[in-house]
């Protein structure tokens, strides 16, 4: 493959990877005022005021008890610590609504929870209050309890790295371990405790299944019903370009706030400081800090799933169910070969022909990560619905045959759109392994007489394999995962075990939700645990320097 080629095809792939966002903005500003007006009078300003209120309350709760957590374990030593250092990350496993599946049934009035309370008190269904899990309130617990990993994982990168300098020059100066860390170490990490809130906003706009669930009526529910339920696509498209709108002004932020922490230095790699050993109550409370989301995301509704899983009596190795895993395995390994090689292509060119053009299509082609699913098939479907009529009515004219939904519906159509949301993860995983091959490599194969073709298959490829199977596993588990895009785009009686989970937690059947939910929170922990591996093997010091004694001793 020349040097040409190779342009070409990374062209292709970032203009089909911005197609979606130019289609849902051309087919919403196309559309009349009528329906503007419509939604503004209607369901607009709800839609805009829950999403609002979403927002806030997960920015707030990610960033309290990612950071806190990140704090402790990096910070302090107790009872359990490096077990937490692992297991905090594991709520990240679980998709947000089998979370609210689980919840559900463990705290509704017919659950386990209230059914216990008033075995135990004689109270009646009207004798206590009891708060309501199906709520926004619920909703953003949801989401809190599985999203606060983003924060944690980059806060807990950012304070190891770190130095301890300016913390003990605090602590000498009088200041308490608490007034040390709010003052020198919190604005320190703030950049990289930001952009881990800005992921977690991120998918939480994009997020359906638990606000669908809990009857929350945000953006992402009302493009569903809009093209679903009222069959207007227009107006679909509108609350689309609302939704991208969002998500690109949180996209630019964290860009912003990724840029803003390389003006903080990592200080010396070869030091680091010695925890804070607590005793007492100081070691129980870090302990219950740590435990409790880890308990509340993962623990728990493990358990409740598990429960619910065995009382339902499905079988996973019945064909339905086999039917279902392979619909999963089947979209997820396609998109993830897909994906990463579109990857491969796009930060190869730019590796080999740096230019302004190259990045260009690098960040066309990253800017998917910020576009929620249900936005993508909007604007996938949108374009390519009306292609299938124009080949349709040709067909019937000229040959008095109708062709039908030719891309429409088609899992081809599904791969793109997967492609189009995972890239950037994949483009990640590809700049971390090919930032370390340095360009000298580059420079000698080319005086060999490689081409660029030769130069990737034979040099480059077997250099950066690792980076790609990390790159094959997340995007693989993100797909097997995804729900917007998967229930508006799926062909006909193409179901994932996503969407069986989804329905059948929509028809109340919470019970039989449990299996596909458990199969897919499996599968999400495969990347949790590399990711966790991969950290705290990066953060680990070669020498420790020895702050004074009394700095040991946290303060009451």
Same mark, same amino acid.
């Given at each position: 493959?020349?040097?040409?080629?190779?342009?070409?095809?990374?062209?292709?792939?970032?203009?089909?990877?911005?197609?979606?966002?130019?289609?849902?903005?051309?087919?919403?500003?196309?559309?009349?005022?009528?329906?503007?007006?419509?939604?503004?009078?209607?369901?607009?300003?709800?839609?805009?005021?829950?999403?609002?209120?979403?927002?806030?309350?997960?920015?707030?709760?990610?960033?309290?008890?990612?950071?806190?957590?990140?704090?402790?374990?990096?910070?302090?030593?107790?009872?359990?610590?490096?077990?937490?250092?692992?297991?905090?990350?594991?709520?990240?496993?679980?998709?947000?609504?089998?979370?609210?599946?689980?919840?559900?049934?463990?705290?509704?009035?017919?659950?386990?929870?209230?059914?216990?309370?008033?075995?135990?008190?004689?109270?009646?269904?009207?004798?206590?209050?009891?708060?309501?899990?199906?709520?926004?309130?619920?909703?953003?617990?949801?989401?809190?309890?599985?999203?606060?990993?983003?924060?944690?994982?980059?806060?807990?990168?950012?304070?190891?790295?770190?130095?301890?300098?300016?913390?003990?020059?605090?602590?000498?100066?009088?200041?308490?371990?608490?007034?040390?860390?709010?003052?020198?170490?919190?604005?320190?990490?703030?950049?990289?405790?930001?952009?881990?809130?800005?992921?977690?906003?991120?998918?939480?706009?994009?997020?359906?299944?638990?606000?669908?669930?809990?009857?929350?009526?945000?953006?992402?529910?009302?493009?569903?019903?809009?093209?679903?339920?009222?069959?207007?696509?227009?107006?679909?498209?509108?609350?689309?370009?609302?939704?991208?709108?969002?998500?690109?002004?949180?996209?630019?932020?964290?860009?912003?706030?990724?840029?803003?922490?390389?003006?903080?230095?990592?200080?010396?790699?070869?030091?680091?400081?010695?925890?804070?050993?607590?005793?007492?109550?100081?070691?129980?409370?870090?302990?219950?800090?740590?435990?409790?989301?880890?308990?509340?995301?993962?623990?728990?509704?493990?358990?409740?799933?598990?429960?619910?899983?065995?009382?339902?009596?499905?079988?996973?190795?019945?064909?339905?169910?086999?039917?279902?895993?392979?619909?999963?395995?089947?979209?997820?390994?396609?998109?993830?070969?897909?994906?990463? !090689? &579109?990857?491969?292509?796009? %930060?190869?060119?730019?590796?080999?022909?740096?230019?302004?053009?190259? +990045? =260009?299509? $690098? *960040? #066309?082609?990253?800017?998917?990560?910020?576009?929620?699913?249900?936005?993508?098939?909007?604007?996938?479907?949108?374009?390519?619905?009306?292609?299938?009529?124009?080949?349709?009515?040709?067909?019937?004219?000229?040959?008095?045959?109708? !062709? &039908?939904?030719?891309?429409? %519906?088609?899992?081809?159509?599904?791969?793109?759109?997967?492609?189009? +949301? =995972?890239? $950037? *993860? #994949?483009?990640?995983?590809?700049?971390?392994?090919?930032?370390?091959?340095?360009?000298?490599?580059?420079?000698?194969?080319?005086?060999?007489?490689?081409?660029?073709?030769?130069?990737?298959?034979?040099?480059?490829?077997?250099?950066?394999?690792?980076?790609?199977?990390?790159?094959?596993?997340?995007?693989?588990?993100?797909?097997?995962?995804?729900?917007?895009?998967?229930?508006?785009?799926?062909?006909?009686?193409?179901?994932?075990?996503?969407?069986?989970?989804?329905?059948?937690?929509?028809?109340?059947?919470?019970?039989?939700?449990?299996?596909?939910?458990?199969?897919?929170?499996?599968?999400?922990?495969?990347?949790?645990?590399?990711?966790?591996?991969?950290?705290?093997?990066?953060?680990?010091?070669?020498?420790?320097?020895?702050?004074?004694?009394?700095?040991?001793?946290?303060?009451?």
């Amino acid at each position: 493959m020349g040097e040409r080629a190779l342009k070409i095809a990374a062209w292709i792939v970032s203009l089909l990877c911005l197609a979606p966002i130019v289609a849902v903005a051309l087919a919403a500003v196309s559309g009349t005022l009528d329906t503007w007006n419509s939604l503004m009078a209607t369901v607009l300003p709800g839609y805009a005021w829950t999403t609002v209120q979403l927002v806030v309350l997960v920015g707030v709760g990610t960033a309290v008890v990612g950071t806190s957590t990140a704090w402790l374990v990096t910070t302090c030593a107790f009872p359990f610590r490096r077990t937490f250092e692992i297991v905090l990350a594991l709520p990240l496993a679980f998709p947000a609504y089998v979370l609210a599946y689980a919840y559900t049934d463990l705290l509704d009035h017919p659950g386990a929870v209230q059914t216990a309370l008033r075995n135990i008190t004689g109270w009646g269904p009207q004798d206590y209050w009891f708060p309501e899990v199906r709520s926004l309130g619920g909703a953003s617990a949801m989401l809190i309890f599985v999203l606060y990993p983003y924060v944690y994982l980059l806060a807990r990168a950012a304070f190891i790295k770190q130095s301890p300098t300016a913390y003990f020059a605090a602590r000498t100066l009088g200041h308490t371990p608490w007034s040390s860390f709010w003052r020198v170490s919190l604005p320190m990490a703030r950049p990289a405790i930001a952009g881990g809130v800005i992921l977690a906003l991120m998918e939480t706009i994009a997020d359906f299944g638990t606000v669908a669930h809990f009857g929350v009526q945000t953006f992402a529910t009302g493009i569903y019903s809009a093209w679903f339920s009222m069959g207007d696509r227009m107006a679909a498209s509108q609350l689309a370009l609302c939704l991208l709108v969002v998500a690109l002004a949180f996209a630019l932020l964290e860009r912003a706030q990724r840029g803003a922490a390389k003006r903080f230095p990592a200080g010396s790699r070869l030091e680091t400081m010695e925890r804070h050993h607590l005793h007492g109550w100081h070691a129980a409370g870090a302990f219950a800090a740590c435990l409790l989301p880890v308990a509340i995301g993962f623990a728990i509704p493990l358990a409740v799933l598990a429960d619910m899983a065995i009382g339902a009596g499905k079988s996973p190795f019945s064909p339905r169910y086999l039917g279902y895993v392979q619909n999963s395995l089947t979209l997820a390994s396609i998109t993830a070969v897909v994906t990463v !090689t &579109g990857a491969v292509i796009i %930060g190869f060119c730019a590796r080999i022909a740096p230019s302004l053009a190259a +990045r =260009f299509s $690098a *960040a #066309a082609a990253g800017i998917g990560y910020a576009v929620p699913g249900g936005v993508i098939a909007v604007g996938l479907l949108v374009p390519f619905a009306a292609l299938d009529n124009m080949i349709d009515a040709w067909a019937r004219a000229n040959f008095d045959v109708s !062709t &039908g939904l030719f891309f429409t %519906g088609s899992i081809g159509l599904l791969v793109v759109a997967y492609m189009v +949301r =995972f890239i $950037a *993860a #994949a483009l990640g995983a590809f700049d971390t392994g090919i930032s370390a091959i340095k360009p000298n490599i580059d420079a000698a194969a080319r005086t060999l007489g490689r081409t660029s073709g030769r130069m990737l298959f034979e040099i480059h490829l077997p250099l950066l394999r690792p980076s790609l199977l990390t790159a094959l596993l997340i995007v693989f588990v993100d797909v097997m995962k995804e729900l917007p895009a998967t229930l508006i785009m799926r062909p006909f009686n193409f179901d994932t075990l996503a969407v069986q989970a989804y329905r059948l937690a929509s028809d109340e059947r919470l019970q039989q939700a449990a299996l596909p939910s458990l199969m897919i929170v499996g599968f999400g922990l495969l990347p949790v645990v590399l990711l966790c591996h991969t950290i705290g093997r990066s953060g680990r010091p070669t020498h420790t320097i020895r702050p004074r004694a009394d700095a040991l001793v946290p303060s009451a």
